[in-house]
């Protein structure tokens, strides 16, 4: 099992930018890829961002495209959301994931099925 915490979450303008951290710990030798979701109130939890934790491939939702990247630093096990030009409806509860499947289809790390283990959340408020 794999264990994440989420930090860096808080209340930012529209049109500014805040970075998410994920630290894993546990068996993060069994991690093949990395993602982020988000829930927002009243609304299903939804894709945002992946990668596979080699490094070989990321994968973004069409609404962040252009705007979030997707990082990890594996000597310290987390990953990273980069979230520029935020607007009011990425307001959320963001979660990481970690997935201990592999598979080179190309959606398959965008489904919240392909993940094992995931972290509790953190808040990012986006006001205008």
């Known amino acids: 099992q794999v264990q994440l915490v989420e930090s860096g979450g808080g209340l930012v303008q529209v049109g500014g930018s805040r970075r998410l951290s994920c630290a894993a710990s546990?068996?993060?030798?069994?991690?093949?890829?990395m993602g982020w979701f988000r829930q927002a109130p009243g609304k299903q939890r939804e894709f945002v961002a992946a990668m596979r934790w080699s490094g070989d491939r990321t994968y973004y939702a069409d609404s962040v495209k252009g705007r979030f990247t997707i990082s990890r630093d594996s000597a310290r096990n987390t990953v990273y959301l980069q979230m520029n030009s935020l607007k009011p409806e990425d307001t959320a509860v963001y979660h990481c994931a970690a997935s201990r499947g592999y598979s080179t289809d190309t959606y398959y790390y965008t489904g919240s099925s392909a993940y094992n283990d995931w972290g509790q959340g953190t808040q990012v408020t986006v006001s205008s």
């Open positions: 546990g068996r993060t030798f069994s991690m093949y890829a």
